[in-house]
């Protein structure tokens, strides 16, 4: 498991599931008439009234996959050295794998937010819970990096949390009704630019392995 986090072929799959994170939901959009991505999240795409609801939800479920994986790779390889990181980022990205991921693409949210149901609820709280977990691991990595001397690696790790922090921050106003007529009321830019900073860890380590 730990020669899993130095593959060029794991970092390529992380690569390619981070790229459809934002590709796939703009290739759909095209089939959902009532979509409005600069003002709905990216699980309206999975909602009943959604013509692509099954395939966006088969994603889900395949990115809920993925990062439990991922995970538990991460856990493996920092478990000796940084036994308490290691749990920490367990949690923080597994909480996100199953939150936002597995249990999303089961229980799906409704395209109107009036519209409140069993599966509606389990939905936005997963996903919510998953999405606050998933918002520390930049600082988690960061802290990690910085313990292996990895200044750079760190710096750009932390400026992620607070990006990320910052968007995170206007996604959660936007859904304020007070809010309505300002730039936040396009919740699902915020949502978009909130993930994007939580992956760049991520990519920045792909991109370091894959052309080493």
């Given at each position: 498991?730990?020669?899993?986090?130095?593959?060029?072929?794991?970092?390529?799959?992380?690569?390619?599931?981070?790229?459809?994170?934002?590709?796939?939901?703009?290739?759909?959009?095209?089939?959902?008439?009532?979509?409005?991505?600069?003002?709905?999240?990216?699980?309206?795409?999975?909602?009943?009234?959604s013509p692509v609801h099954v395939i966006y939800n088969l994603w889900l479920i395949w990115l809920g996959g993925f990062w439990v994986f991922v995970a538990i790779a991460y856990f493996y390889a920092t478990r000796t050295d940084f036994?308490?990181?290691s749990v920490l980022l367990l949690v923080s990205i597994g909480a996100f794998a199953v939150g936002a991921g597995l249990i999303s693409g089961i229980f799906h949210v409704n395209e109107s937010k009036d519209v409140v149901t069993e599966a509606s609820k389990i939905h936005g709280i997963s996903a919510a819970i998953g999405f606050m977990?998933?918002?520390?691991?930049?600082l988690l990595n960061g802290i990690l990096a910085f313990?292996?001397?990895?200044?750079?690696?760190?710096?750009?790790?932390?400026?992620?949390?607070?990006?990320?922090?910052?968007?995170?921050?206007?996604?959660?106003?936007?859904?304020?009704e007070q809010f309505q007529n300002t730039m936040l009321r396009y919740e699902g830019i915020w949502e978009r630019l909130t993930l994007l900073c939580m992956y760049i860890?991520?990519?920045?380590?792909?991109?370091?392995?894959?052309?080493?």
């Open positions: 498991m730990d020669n899993i986090m130095t593959s060029k072929l794991f970092h390529s799959i992380m690569l390619f599931t981070i790229i459809g994170e934002f590709f796939l939901p703009w290739v759909l959009r095209r089939y959902y008439e009532e979509y409005d991505s600069k003002a709905m999240v990216m699980s309206a795409l999975g909602s009943p009234e036994p308490i990181l977990a998933f918002l520390f691991f930049p313990k292996q001397n990895k200044i750079i690696f760190g710096v750009v790790c932390v400026i992620s949390f607070i990006l990320a922090l910052i968007f995170f921050a206007c996604f959660i106003m936007g859904d304020k860890p991520f990519v920045y380590r792909t991109f370091i392995i894959c052309c080493s």
